[in-house]
């Protein structure tokens, strides 16, 4: 999961009514990709399942560059048209290794299914909307969670004109420059399908990209920092890896702006992308209570939006009329955690306030906020892998059966640089009280121009016409959480709401016309389990002298793995001590391992118990018999 990232993207920008500029190939690393056209080239291997493919149309074949015909080591992402198309050992199997599983038409229960009956795989995000989703993925590599939903819920909210009557001026037609096939105006269903399916499969894999680089900058980072050993302090980030959450949504405009026949329609497709870091401090300790640490990216896609400017003959008395747009002015979002009842339920912690704040008139913004919290945190998702504090082992115990932490006992820090280049637009910090939300501005937008060519000015900025994104990040926290108890589920509100502009004018300035389209979405989507069971670590020792002992596995009193079976297969040599992870003391555990060909299982009581945030030791040669 650490290869070098490869990234195409065409930059897209209207010099003059329907003139692009020569696509040029962009460093991931010099530029954000969202502030510009996202035909995102994924170079990973990726295997598609007969049939799967025309679920998605032309998006793969555009996106896809190493496509597979069988599963191979190198496999990144595997799309299925069923969970069924694979045996449910491979499809744990793969799970398990990171690589991405994607499948179509998803049905929550089958999934869901699955994650109970392999344990290993760690908890499942529990979502209404998977069962209308066009495709859902998912990766033990970082608890990725992806929907890319269904379209038929953006196409009946849109309603689609074929009587658009556009008259060409007659000299562009005599010259043989007019193209009435020039403006993206949809007529029917299909072409938007295919455009929002193109958009929403390429945002999820832009999301993945995402997902990669942030993971491939913290390895780099714990190589440099030797996983904070002279610190004493573990990285939230570090130990407890994420769930990703994504909200989609649509800014859709069908508006008449001449007469009845001439209609402006547009679409740009949202997308608010969540990494969320869940703990639970255990009761006694600093900052005891729920958290939610919060890195967010939302982003519009303004290039099906804007259309240009354009001058065109009417029907209506051969009246030349001129036009421009639609250009996006504003952009907002906000987030709020919410209860069951809608009511919002935690407070920002002082050092936790949302981030960035207000920035005008800046090409840069970098900002960093470190904050820390007290030793016995409650922090497994359940499932997550992460190392341990030593960078030892990558550990992983059940938050369906097990629970509890890679290590109780460290102390902890969340640390987040929002550092990015915005070009013509002010950053405006909204947050307030439960509520993190920002606005963006843009600035330099189209302007009248009556000598200029048809009428407008369009400037020399493309910010306005292009995808642009707000990126975040802040802590919710709730007091008020006691250990060993259920809580609620919680879900993230997300509003978005976007402002664009529109010019118009026939015959003279006088006739000059500007409108202010105002357009928004709201969605609501689950948070990630916070796991707030009392949870103690527990070691395996070999002290067989001269003996190497091998696989290693923890299980439930159901005899169900809560770890997978890789991630002690490795040989130990006599001495060693193997941290096996943290676990809820509720639950009654059994551990086994292999030695000289034989299965030695826990011998002492018919099951192990952890102790509340401290270490439990097993010595292999005492504590275990031949099973």
């Known amino acids: 999961m650490c290869s070098a990232i490869l990234l195409c993207v065409a930059a897209v920008g209207f010099i003059s009514s329907c003139q692009k500029e020569t696509p040029r190939v962009v460093n991931p690393a010099d530029v954000e990709l969202s502030n510009y056209d996202w035909d995102v080239v994924f170079p990973y291997e990726v295997y598609m399942a007969a049939g799967a493919a025309a679920e998605l149309k032309d998006a793969y074949s555009d996106f896809i560059t190493v496509g ?89 909210r849109y309603s ?88 989609y949504g649509v800014f859709s405009i069908n508006e008449v702006f001449f007469r009845t026949s001439y209609r402006f329609n547009g679409t740009a497709p949202v997308t608010v992308a969540f990494d969320v870091y869940p703990i639970h401090v255990y009761e ?81 913004y970098s900002k960093t906020k470190t904050f820390n919290i007290g030793c016995g945190v409650s922090a497994n998702l359940g499932g997550e892998k992460g190392k341990d504090v030593d960078g030892q082992n990558e550990t992983t ?41 920002w606005g963006l501005k843009f600035n330099n937008v189209p302007k009248f121009a009556f000598s200029e060519d048809q009428g407008f000015d369009l400037g020399n900025s493309d910010t306005y016409r292009s995808s642009m994104q707000i990126r975040g990040s802040w802590v919710w926290y709730m007091s008020d959480k006691p250990d060993d108890t259920e809580s609620d589920p919680l879900r993230v509100k997300v509003e978005a709401e976007g402002n664009y502009g529109f010019m118009k004018f026939w015959g003279t300035k006088a006739d000059m016309n500007t409108y202010d389209w105002h357009c928004s979405f709201t969605d609501i989507k689950p948070m990630p389990k916070i796991i707030n069971y009392r949870a103690g670590n527990l070691i395996l020792k070999n002290n067989f002298a001269g003996k190497y ?46 030695m000289d060909g034989k299965t030695y299982k826990y011998s002492l009581n018919p099951y192990v118990k952890t102790v509340f945030k401290d270490d439990v ?8 018999s031949v099973e």
């Open 68 to 156: 597979a015909s069988a599963i191979t080591d190198n496999t990144y992402m595997v799309i299925l048209d069923k969970v069924s198309d694979l045996p449910e050992e491979q499809f744990v199997e793969l799970y398990e290794k990171g690589v991405v599983m994607a499948i179509l038409h998803p049905k929550k229960a089958e999934i869901q299914a699955v994650f109970e009956r392999n344990p290993e795989m760690g908890y499942f995000l529990d979502d209404d909307s998977i069962d209308s989703a066009l495709l859902l993925a998912i990766s033990g590599w970082n608890n990725g969670y992806y929907i890319i939903p269904s379209t038929e819920e953006y196409l009946e």
């Open 160 to 247: 689609f004109e074929s009587d658009h009557t556009v008259v060409p001026d007659p000299m562009d037609a005599e010259a043989g420059e007019y193209d009435a096939n020039e403006a993206p105006i949809y007529t029917d269903k299909e072409a938007l399908e295919n455009d929002l399916t193109y958009y929403f499969f390429g945002t999820f894999l832009e999301d993945l990209l995402r997902q990669q680089a942030i993971y491939d900058a913290e390895v780099a980072q714990s190589k440099a920092d030797g996983e904070d050993k002279d610190k004493g302090i573990a990285s939230i980030k570090k130990i407890t890896g994420r769930v990703h959450v994504s909200a």
């Open 284 to 364: 006694g300790e600093n900052g005891a209570g729920d958290y939610y640490f919060m890195d967010m990216t939302a982003n519009v896609a303004n290039e099906k939006m804007f259309q240009g400017k354009r001058a065109e003959w009417t029907s209506f008395f051969w009246v030349y009329l001129r036009w421009c747009g639609a250009y996006i002015t504003s952009f907002k979002v906000r987030n709020t955690l919410i209860d069951k009842n809608g009511q919002a339920v935690a407070d920002f912690p002082s050092e936790g306030f949302p981030i960035p704040e207000t920035v005008n008139k800046t090409t840069n």
């Open 397 to 437: 115990s059940s938050g369906i059966n097990g629970g509890g932490t890679v290590n109780v006992n460290a102390g902890w820090s969340w640390s987040d640089t929002k550092s990015w280049t915005e070009k013509d637009v002010d950053v405006s910090n909204n947050s307030a009280n439960n509520t993190a939300a």
């Open 549 to 594: 002992i091998s696989n290693i596995m923890v299980y439930n009193s159901k005899g169900q793995a809560l770890i997978p079976k890789s991630t002690f297969q490795n040989s130990y040599p006599a001495g060693t001590d193997i941290k096996l992870g943290a676990y809820a003391c509720k639950d009654d555990l059994m551990v086994k391992f292999k």
């Open 617 to 624: 030791i097993l010595y292999a040669d005492n504590d275990f």
